[in-house]
Nanobody, 124 residues
Framework: QVQLVESGGGLVPAGGSLRLSCVVS????????MGWFRRPPGKEREFVGA????????NFAASMKGRFTISRDNAKNTVYLQMNGLEPEATAVYYC?????????????????WGQGTQVTVSS
């Protein structure tokens, strides 16, 4: 059974930082592209960024570049999302996802498996 379990969400003041983690089991982690998405209140799920199988390449939504970074530890089957300079607009449920397709894909249909999400709330 494939499981993706996010953690690390919480309440943070504007300007603060958070690091989210996603532990994956039930699949060959190092062969999957890993992505992060978020769903702000009342909005659709949107692409945050993705990292290649080896971790050598990343791809981010334009609005996330420079403030968010993604890394992975294939030995621990874990992918991370480091978020700095958080603004209230970053308040959302954050999801990790696994893909066998292409790192450039930004749509939800490009991902095979999903976690349940973790809530991030940024206070103003």
């Amino acid at each position: 059974q494939v499981q993706l379990v996010e953690s690390g969400g919480g309440l943070v003041p504007a300007g603060g930082s958070l690091r989210l983690s996603c532990v994956v089991s039930g699949l060959s982690f190092s062969t999957y592209i890993m992505g992060w998405f978020r769903r702000p209140p009342g909005k659709e799920r949107e692409f945050v960024g993705a990292i290649s199988e080896s971790g050598g390449r990343t791809n981010f939504a334009a609005s996330m570049k420079g403030r968010f970074t993604i890394s992975r530890d294939n030995a621990k089957n874990t992918v991370y999302l480091q978020m700095n300079g958080l603004e209230p607009e970053a308040t959302a449920v954050y999801y990790c996802a696994a893909s066998l397709f292409d790192i450039t894909l930004k749509g939800v249909n490009g991902y095979n498996y999903w976690g349940q999400g973790t809530q991030v709330t940024v206070s103003s």
